[in-house]
């Protein structure tokens, strides 16, 4: 039996969303400085790059001669790329979606599991992060091709006659990545919902409240800082992934990192592909914030 | 052994780095030299690199680097160059050449010269492969095999065919050939974008060229236009796979090699190129794992190669890289919109 | 779908445990256990940590199924109906107030599962800040309140839903000591106003005291004695309630003779008592006679129904002085007497200690190994 101190939950919301206003004062006094190899590191290989690429943007042609906003007034004047922009921000959602629709479930397992079961569900989930993204997805065109497993199992219960075209469809992607991104959604998840005080399911519960009740009223409010850090992983990683998007999206879905990819390294027009990548960060950065805004709504305290 | 050459390089660019920042004099038996990563990479340490150090005492570090990044790298050295010797497809070597990137070459200086066909030795490029491109298909799966780039658009080959655009050389020259066979050119590709566009939808697969190997070996296409390397590395693994040359004639184009301008160790360069395409170094990379056709008249070609000799490669269908560049980022933007979902 | 809360308080309604069984693994947590609480009244169940209090109150709760044996409130079973539907109160150690609402939404909480209108939400929650004397908290956060605050609001969140039954896991844990005297009244209060049957779950054999009616002693997942606080302190039905309740000296001895409603005992540490007793014994067994501090008395005089001792400590504890002592078999001895204002506390040396004049000793066969303590 133990004693648990009088404030249930705490504070469960991750580090990330914590605001400002909840910084320790009187805390530890840290010496900045202990921040500085990274914070270097920072300036030389990203604010720096992040600055060259900023001006090639505004290089008007290919060769970089001239200065103007046509690589830009390209980008955004064309329905095509604005579409594009749209498909990768949607792939981001889907992805979401689906790893949310399978996390939570299992997530609601987890709680209930005991030790030792959590322990085998925590090294299952953490499995597929031993192996590399590109082995992952090239598992997926073994998975997903017309003679693959699940083709083959769906002829041979008669389910289908003719092989169904999953890799090259935007549902054989986002089938990849749900399964490549699942553990990114459960981590954060897992750590909430195993901290989450068990007398507050049974209190809902002896309350009169139903399982689907106390899911809605309960666990998920006060797992929506886990889910959204996961949701946030999630979306920018699927967003940006380009491997799974090129080789099992194809040619024919087109997205922000593979035209970023063809632009510079085959078309070789860097201020277009300079733009491209400026709206690829402010897009996936635009989508981060829309779901750190759903945190502070989602305040457990 | 790769292990060893990776150390030998890392060794040879310290030295080579160290004396370039006392004299900037290098000694004349070592240069740098641009190289594909990959499979290029890896023949060229292994097979190259020790017949030049056996044949001429010069040590070579190579730099692995695409195409663009070679004339990225050179274009922004402003005359310092990086390395010595480029490694480049048509495309690129084209656009190199009117930038002025290249020191001209001198055939004198080659003594494997006479035994390259006509015109794979220019005033600026010493062509060290070939490569000849057309149609691969799955025998198993057809009665009978395409005919040529017509077909991959009608039934049965189009079902299952992988589709692929302009990134590539082989993919680039391919569309070219099929605009030809519809009524179109070089400069007129809409017919083939109005053919490529009533493709897509029946296609089994269009997907970026790297992957194309991939797909096919597991099956999800049984058509695609690729070289004879891809060809030959497949059946290398067992795979289902026969060459065919399109009645309108197989594609030819020279990956080549380049002095780069303000080179340093021009000597060795020589020494590099003539060494490349000997004989025997042909003759080592024809074989698998590499399948590079040769070019030297000497070599006697491995019937892996769906090449029957080097003489063949004059009478295949090449293009004009001048005429392409320029037109090229186009063409991928308008298949890009056209094709996408 | 749920009854709707009664506007009518219900009469009090009896809670029966029937052979209730229930285990993890291989061992039992819960084994066995018979109860009956009637209605209106407050059962605590007492025992150490392990003893299986715990899990037959979620049992009662429907938070587990057990494996033998039925639950019955009223004459209804209620081993088939999930948590929700027993309308069963419970206010945990923690209390378990959801921390992303509002007290008031706290309290609110199960009256919304049921499908209350608003309007009776708003006034029962009002009803219930007033009952727990919380009114004006309904906007504030659950931990911008203090222990006792939170406990209040664990308790209206409990009875808005107007339950038949109370349960409380050791709902004074977690509170100050100064507070625990007013929430053990206010609990005992909200009790008798709403009519419930409770049963509280506790190791703090004071907090059972204090506000059971009657006391359920658990260990290793059987009761060993049910009876009112007086019973269980006075009349200790085994060895394991008698240690476990309040503090006592162990002496062991030989029965000698019966005599009318007990037995002489000798003692190893000298002494011949008196022990009233029902249990049967006979001559010449080992047993061990159980006695309270403030039952035994300190004399300067050897007598036969005294033990010599040597007195080693003395502590002023409130109002008593309580001994260390050792009798002249090795037993440690505690004694209690009262402490007289100004008299200097006794020191060292050897004194008699014999029983007092109320004193009510308990008998118990000796068990072969050392007896069982807390």
Redo the contacts between chains.
Sequence with gaps: ?S????????DARPALFRGRARAPSGGPRVDWRLAAPLGLAYLVFFAAPFAILFGISFYAD?EQTRLGLDSWIKFYGDL?YL?VVFDTLKLGVFAVVATTILAYPLALVFRAAGPRARQALVLIILTPLLTSVVIRT?AW??IL????VVNQSLMALGLTSTPL?L??T?LGLVIALTQIEMPLMLLPLLTLMSRM?Q??V?????????QA?TFF??IL??TLPGWIAGATLVFASAATAFISQ??IG?????YLP??IW?QS?????WPFAAVASLTLLFAVLAGIMVLGLLGRF???? | MIRLDRRAFAVGSLALGAAGLTTRAQAAGSLTAAIYPGTWEEAYRNVVAPALKKAAGVDVAFDSLFAVDQVAKVRAARGVPPFDCFVLDPGPAASALQAGLFDPIDAKKLTNAAKVPAGLITPHAVTCNAQVVGIAYNPKKFSAPPKGWADLFKSPYVERLGLTGFQTTFGTVSIIEMAKVFGGSESNMDPVFAELKKAVTKAAAVAAPAAMPGLFQQGQIDVMYTNTNTVAILKGRGVDIEFVRPETGAITFQTTLHIVKGAENVDAAYRYMDTAISADVQSALQKQPYNMIPINKDVTLVDTLDVKSVDELAGMVTHDWTKINPQRAAWIERFNKEITK | MLAKTPAVLPSPQPITLDGVTHGYGTGLAVDTVTLEVRGGELVALLGPSGCGKTTLLRIIAGFIQQREGRVVVGDRVIDALPPNRREIGIVFQNYALFPHMTVAENIAYGLAARGESRTLQDDRVREMLATVRLEGFGDRKPRQLSGGQQQRVALARALAVRPRILLLDEPFAALDKNLRLDMQIEIKRLQRQFALTAIMVTHDQDEAMAIADRIAVMNRGRIEQLGTPVQVYDEPETLFVNAFIGSSNLLSGLIETRESGGYRVRLDAGATWSVASKQRFEPGSPVLVSVRPEQLDLADDPAPDRLPITLSLSLPIGGELIHDARAIDGTALKIATSRRPGAPLSGAGHAHCGLSAHARPSLFPRPASPPETR
């Design positions: 039996m004693v648990a101190v009088a404030t249930t939950t705490g290919a095509f579409k090239f065109i073994v091709a017309r003679e693959g075209n890799l090259q935007e005080d007398n507050l049974d209190g809902s519960r002896a309350l009169g409240a139903s009740r009223k309960v409010p006060l090129s080789v194809g040619a024919r879905l087109v593979a035209l063809q390294t085959v078309v070789y027009n989602a305040r457990t305290d």
